[in-house]
T-cell receptor, first 113, second 110 residues
Framework: DAGVIQSPRHEVTEMGQEVTLRCKPI?????LFWYRQTMMRGLELLIY????????DSGMPEDRFSAKMPNASFSTLKIQPSEPRDSAVYFC???????????FGPGTRLTVL | GEDVEQSLFLSVREGDSSVINCTYT??????LYWYKQEPGAGLQLLTY?????DMKQDQRLTVLLNKKDKHLSLRIADTQTGDSAIYFC??????????FGKGTKLSVKP
């Protein structure tokens, strides 16, 4: 299995631009999670999906952030417009086993100038 | 809200044992996880313990759970330089309980 795939691995953009992060979960997993990691705040859950349906988006910082999961094999996290304080590493994780384990992708390092 | 606490740093010498501690508040956790994050990488599931167990051993790793005190620990025997990483605990198993600790950075000195 290829594991969770995220793209791009690095993204540098200017303030005000739209950013789209992509995730392909492990085949057969029915849960998908988006996290953000910064030095100051640690690892924060932004949103998670179960069977392609958003279950909890209370961690999404504000309306500039949106996430979609159009099918079981793809999800996007979009930031529009981006701001410097959005700079972080964004992780996608998938899970689906009974023991509630999660498998993380390698992350996307986002820098907003 | 639920909370997970870990000390931020731990430094040990190669060959010594490392003990990383975690306290949590959610008493409904059924599985408790340890993840390892190496520089520039995502979190990797290391091991986990079911809440009705006190201890689980997996090669050099020993997980101890004190459910009464809501205390979880990870012991790494014969710590190697390759064990240098950030270790996260996560009490989980209940829907929506997706809070990670802030992570303990383990530094192993030769």
């Amino acid at each position: 299995d290829a594991g969770v795939i995220q793209s791009p691995r690095h993204e540098v953009t200017e303030m005000g631009q739209e950013v789209t992060l992509r995730c392909k979960p492990i085949s057969g997993h029915n849960s998908l999670f988006w996290y953000r990691q910064t030095m100051m705040r640690g690892l924060e859950l932004l949103i998670y999906f179960n069977n392609n349906v958003p279950i909890d988006d209370s961690g999404m910082p504000e309306d500039r952030f949106s996430a979609k999961m159009p099918n079981a094999s793809f999800s996007t996290l979009k930031i529009q417009p981006s701001e410097p304080r959005d700079s972080a590493v964004y992780f996608c994780a998938s899970g689906g086993r009974e023991e509630d384990t999660q498998y993380f992708g390698p992350g996307t390092r986002l820098t907003v100038l | 809200g639920e909370d997970v606490e870990q000390s931020l740093f731990l430094s040990v010498r190669e060959g010594d044992s490392s003990v990383i501690n975690c306290t949590y508040t959610d008493s409904s956790s059924t599985y408790l996880y340890w993840y390892k994050q190496e520089p520039g990488a995502g979190l990797q599931l290391l091991t986990y313990i079911f809440s009705n167990m006190d201890m689980k051993q997996d090669q050099r790793l020993t997980v101890l759970l004190n459910k009464k005190d809501k205390h979880l620990s990870l012991r790494i025997a014969d710590t190697q330089t390759g064990d240098s990483a950030i270790y996260f605990c996560r009490p989980g198993g209940s829907q929506g309980n997706l809070i990670f600790g802030k992570g303990t950075k383990l530094s192993v000195k030769p």
